[in-house]
């Protein structure tokens, strides 16, 4: 995917003159890198954004239009409004078509849903990894990297050193001390409800407590009980005498 954007110089520099450019519609920016100089530029928000939502355009080769001079470019960075969610600012690096990049490439994971941990045995898909660093000549560079589960059983995982690279491309992750967990699949984790043993304890102490207290109630009862009927039989035997 061939993907092209437009841009003209921009004069005006300085923190208030790249608010006034948001405010007209347009994303204020920087070109640099390679044989030229470094230019301030501003880009069409609007078309710049709709550039922006494919994959293609953060890790591709993109041709930036600049007052009608076509040239190679690599985006390597922006800002976005926190809330808005819009460019604020975008940087763009000139390509030699001789030297090699290092860019971060994306992973496309394939098969997930039909891989046996997943659909036998009701596994979990964990990425571990979702990208990765790569270095390259400019006309080797991958848009993205596929990565295949569809052997995963549950307990199985993917290292970077089974990733079949693109040809002329280099995995800089990876090396004989750091071969990283790219993807796996594990059991679901199973939640267990606690029992409020403590409640229920509570509930036991106040249980016993209200037996002894019925106990001596009865107790008192019938020891006051015994008392009267003691007391009726003296009275009368006094009468008598």
């Known amino acids: 995917m061939k993907i092209e954007i437009n841009a003209v110089l921009r004069d005006a520099k300085g923190t208030g003159a790249s608010r006034r450019l948001r405010h007209e519609g347009k994303v204020p920016g920087v070109l640099y890198g390679g044989k030229g100089d470094a230019k301030s530029i501003e880009l069409n928000a609007k078309d ?48 030699d078509e ?55 059983s549950i307990g199985d995982s993917i290292h970077l050193s089974e990733i079949k690279a693109p040809e002329g491309v280099e995995l800089t992750a990876l090396s004989e001390e750091n071969d990283p967990i790219i993807t796996s699949v594990s059991k679901p984790k199973v939640v267990v409800e606690e029992t409020p043993v403590a409640a229920e304890g509570e509930e036991g102490e106040e249980g016993e407590e209200g037996a002894e207290a019925a106990e001596g109630g009865d107790d008192k009862a019938a020891e006051g009980g015994d008392d009267k009927a003691a007391e009726g039989g003296d009275e009368k035997s006094d009468k008598k005498d």
């Open 48 to 95: 710049l954004y709709m550039q922006f939502k494919h994959e293609a355009f953060h890790a591709s080769i993109l041709t930036l239009n600049l007052d009608g001079k076509k040239e190679s470019v690599l985006l390597r960075d922006y800002q976005m409004h926190p809330v808005r969610n819009n460019i604020q600012h975008i940087d763009l690096q000139r390509i």
């Open 98 to 152: 001789n030297k090699k990049l290092s860019v971060k490439i994306p992973f496309h994971f394939l098969n997930e849903d039909v891989a046996p941990g997943v659909k036998l045995e009701g596994g979990v898909v964990s990425h571990i990894m979702v990208d990765v660093d790569i270095s390259c000549l400019p006309k080797d560079l991958p848009t993205y990297i596929e990565v295949d589960l569809v052997n995963l």
